[in-house]
Structures are given as C-alpha cells and as structure tokens.
C-alpha cells in the first residue's frame, strides 16, 4: 500500500480549493495507530440565525455558535498517513479513507476540479479500479 505523509496530502488539498481544510486535532477512535481528523470546507454563504436576542440559556448559546461557525463537515481523513486506496480492519470496516477516494468524492460535490486535482497529485483519479466491486477493491487494498 502506498502512503503519503498527511502534511503533503493536507498541502496539497489545500492548492486545490482554498477553502477546504483539515481539522488540526486528532482523534483515535476510528484509526488507533495514524489517527483521524475531519475535512472541512469554509462556508461563506451560511445563512446566519436572525433574532437571536428573544432565545435564551441553551438555546441562545446554540443559536450564537450556529452564527460564529462558517465551516462545513465534509469528509475525514488519517491524520499520520494518507493512503492511496481505502484501508479496511479485519471486519471490513474503513478505518482510513484513500487520498484517491477523497478526491473522487469532492470533484463529484463540486469542490475542486478534476484536472487540477490530477495534475497537483500526479495521478489519474478515475480508472478502473474506480470500476471496481467493493469487495474487490478491499481485497486489492489489503494485499
């Protein structure tokens, strides 16, 4: 399996779209060895909550982190390595994401371009093993 550092992969998404951007904390839980952290794209157009000043107590406090927030969750990523193709446990379950897989999904969201992401990664994104069953692509990515 190929592995590209995190701070390359965070670098370089970071050229794709200016405003797309990885969390600087890390949690554990789904990947105890590298880590994992969220990606996030800056929402400038979030419409803000209006009349906040009738609400109170909670309610008031939500509404006011709702308004200071301009980010949206998009996706995750390992926060040690960054594979090229998805890394599953022993269940088969996705414990790190593929760079590849990352950027299939955010050119599909509109969020960056497929041939700048190519060009900046050096790599054809879409291919056959895009065509892949599931079943086959966990079986190539654990070899």
């Not at 190929?2 to 370089?12: G, Y």
């Not at 105890?32 to 000043?53: A, C």
């Not at 599909?108 to 895009?130: C, M």
Request: glycine share 6%; proline share 1%.
């Amino acid at each position: 399996m190929i592995l590209m550092e995190f701070s390359t992969f965070r670098e370089k998404l970071s050229r794709l779209n200016r405003d797309i951007y990885i969390h600087k904390n890390a949690t554990f839980a789904l990947n105890k060895e590298w880590g994992t952290s969220g990606i996030y794209l800056k929402n400038r157009r979030r419409e803000k909550l209006k009349n906040i000043g009738v609400l109170e107590g909670a309610e008031l406090e939500s509404a006011r982190k709702h308004n200071a927030d301009d980010s949206q969750y998009i996706g995750w990523t390992a926060r040690k390595w960054v594979p090229e193709g998805n890394k599953y446990d022993e269940e088969g379950r996705l414990i790190a994401p593929g760079w590849r897989s990352i950027l299939i999904k955010m050119i599909k969201q509109g969020l960056i371009q497929r041939d700048k992401a190519e060009k900046i990664f050096g790599a054809t994104l879409f291919s056959t093993y895009d065509l892949m069953s599931n079943k086959k692509k966990r079986e190539f990515e654990n070899a």
